[in-house]
DNA sequence: GGAGGACAGTTCGTTTTACGAACCCAGGAG
DNA sequence: CTCCTGGGTTCGTAAAACGAACTGTCCTCC
């Protein structure tokens, strides 16, 4: 966790990452979108190029130069519970005046939330159903 | 989403967080655990009690002077789907040398994990089977 | 009753980081 | 040839974080 963190825990990394599963994909837009600075915008971009959570992708569009574009990586999508998770927290407890964004089930319509579910099928409600199980560190040694 | 980060994202609060849900109450017991400065840890532990994700509640140890020790609140609690999204995550693609913690569900003994779930029941596996839908805002004007 | 020791902080000076505004460069459009 | 846009870089300043030292209260031990 400490070391998600260190990846994706500087100031304006997670809400990139926000924009970029909202389908934001060049520098100019995330700008717009976000009003950080520049300078920290490159550095994030490039800090979360560097993990492999996005790629930069050179493209074309007609009548353009060439550009490069953001786009998440499997390990970048694979951080969309967090956010999911961020999101719901915020949805619950921070009421803001700007209107909360749905996620539905693409297939079945259905609205989509994030839960808690052990490997017997039980959701769970609360953290405190949760037991935390120290585990022994993956030694080959003997 | 952007409301929860400015409520919990700054350098810390994450990481006290996770300290708490693994028992952690007292300051010194947190500072130990971080390694974090006094001078910050004060602050992220004031930020958190104004936003009423702990408590600070007192309390007496036999034989000790009273002291204070920080609890989760309810809406503290209900931030640990976050935390295991963070968790789950570094598990999957840091490789710290650090164990991972395993969590079972306390009533059946099976392993838990975060997932996304529709109200049809179908658990989803990828971020890209959610349809985002913007709301409009709660306006109850006509 | 005085010394020493947690515990829970403050205070202070230094180093990082974020911020905002200005500047730079390339390619197309007019 | 000049202007505009996209994607940056380079400043100087303002805000955080850091680490070490200092404060104060109560408790135990001598």
Redesign the interface.
Known sequence: ?????A?V?E?WS??VL?EA??GVRRFADFQRQLGAPKAVLTDRLGTLVEQGILRRVPYQAAGERQRHEYRLTT?G??????????????D???A?????????????G???????????G???T?????????????VTAS
Do not use: I
């Not at 966790?1 to 963190?5: E, H, I, K, P, Y």
């Not at 803001?96 to 079945?108: F, I, N, S, T, W």
């Not at 609360?126 to 993956?138: D, G, I, K, L």
């Open positions: 966790m400490a070391g998600t963190l990846v825990g100031k997670l809400l926000r599963f909202l390990k999508l694979d951080l969309y519970p967090t956010l999911v998770a961020l999101m719901q927290w915020g619950k407890y921070l803001d005046d700007v209107a909360p964004l749905a996620l539905e089930h693409r297939d079945c259905s609205p989509v939330h994030l839960g808690l579910v052990c490997d017997d039980h959701e769970l609360s953290a405190r159903e949760v037991r935390p199980v120290p585990q022994a560190a993956a």
